[in-house]
């Protein structure tokens, strides 16, 4: 097998209400919510360039501007700090920043669903592989979970997705995967379904907001089918492209956090803070007593 092209960028899909955090979503997106003291959509360009990523694409939509200009000098901001001598400060600002040309921002018009944000990043994905990274999905891993699927990825060509399983009464809220062959750790993809009933799924395995892709899925989504709810789904479109080329699921080592629900969020916020050295031990020291509430 010749060595597949690198992977260089990712599209991350921003364009969502974030319904389910209001009245907090109402001024400001969802993904600019902070998970300690970074915002969700940090995370993800941080996981993404530890995978090797340079060019990123924002698909957002009215009133997400705030998501590109986070990434852009904060030129009063950055001398008052250095101006303070506040150098710890000014540090932090430090992976805010993104090189000039390496960020692009596409407007979604509808909210048509996944693969109809992922079509509008065409011009950006033209015949190149690309990363998908939903901001929602935090994973907390000793290796980043796109660098897995980016080595896995090298390794076998084609699509790689990051799956875990779910509990069978679950399948229909997740893209669920039709197993083939499966060493424990790689799977071969036979096929996929969307939010299939618990009876109806070929497997617990479900796609997480992580993927690898090949230009080969834009050809299926240009075709703007609409699949469950009404949609345009990503995972029909990436379900043909299964025979066209080699298609995986990597079961990723980390622990995942759906920032998407409340609970999600609460808890990656403790765990987060249990990672940082001089947040740990203050963590730790106040959660017993409201452990102990009734």
């Keep these: 097998m010749s060595k597949p092209k690198p992977l260089r960028k990712a599209v991350l899909p921003v364009a969502g209400l974030g319904t389910r955090f209001l009245?907090?979503?109402?001024?400001?997106?969802?993904?600019?919510?902070?998970?300690?003291?970074k915002p969700l959509i940090q995370y993800a360009i941080d996981e993404a360039r530890a995978a090797g990523i340079e060019e990123f694409c924002l698909i957002t939509g009215r009133g997400k501007d705030s998501l590109i200009d986070y990434f852009d000098i904060a030129y009063?901001?950055?001398?008052?700090?250095?101006?303070?001598?506040?150098?710890?400060?000014?540090?932090?600002?430090?992976?805010?920043?993104?090189?000039?040309?390496?960020?692009?921002?596409?407007?979604?018009q509808e909210p048509l669903g996944l693969g109809h944000a992922i079509w509008c990043a065409r011009a950006f994905?033209?015949?190149?592989?690309f990363a998908i990274l939903l901001p929602d999905d935090l994973v907390q891993s000793e290796k980043g979970c796109l660098k897995q699927l980016a080595e896995a990825y090298n390794e076998t060509g084609g699509s790689v997705v990051a799956v875990s399983e779910v509990p069978r009464e679950h399948t229909n809220r997740?893209?669920?995967?039709?197993?083939?062959?499966?060493?424990g750790h790689l799977v071969e993809?036979?096929?996929?379904?969307?939010?299939?009933?618990?009876?109806?799924?070929?497997?617990?395995l479900s796609i997480i907001g992580r993927y690898v892709l090949t230009p080969h899925v834009m050809r299926h989504l240009a075709k703007l089918e609409r699949g469950a709810g009404?949609?345009?789904?990503?995972?029909?479109?990436?379900?043909?492209?299964?025979?066209?080329?080699?298609?995986?699921?990597?079961?990723?080592?980390?622990?995942?956090?759906?920032?998407?629900?409340?609970l999600g969020f609460l808890e990656a916020q403790i765990a987060?803070?249990?990672?940082?050295?001089e947040l740990a031990d203050g963590v730790r020291a106040f959660l017993p007593q409201y452990m102990e509430q009734k």
């Design 189 to 204: 993809v036979r096929g996929l379904v969307e939010k299939p009933k618990p009876e109806d799924a070929p497997s617990n």
């Design 76 to 108: 009063e901001l950055e001398t008052t700090l250095k101006e303070r001598n506040k150098l710890d400060c000014l540090e932090a600002l430090g992976p805010s920043s993104i090189q000039a040309g390496s960020l692009m921002a596409v407007r979604q």
């Design 272 to 277: 987060f803070a249990l990672q940082r050295p």
């Design 125 to 129: 994905i033209g015949d190149d592989p």
């Design 23 to 37: 009245p907090a979503t109402k001024a400001m997106p969802k993904e600019m919510l902070p998970v300690v003291d």
């Design 174 to 183: 997740y893209g669920i995967l039709d197993v083939g062959k499966d060493d």
């Design 230 to 262: 009404g949609e345009v789904q990503l995972t029909d479109a990436m379900a043909k492209t299964i025979g066209e080329v080699p298609f995986h699921g990597l079961r990723y080592e980390g622990t995942r956090y759906d920032c998407g629900n409340k």
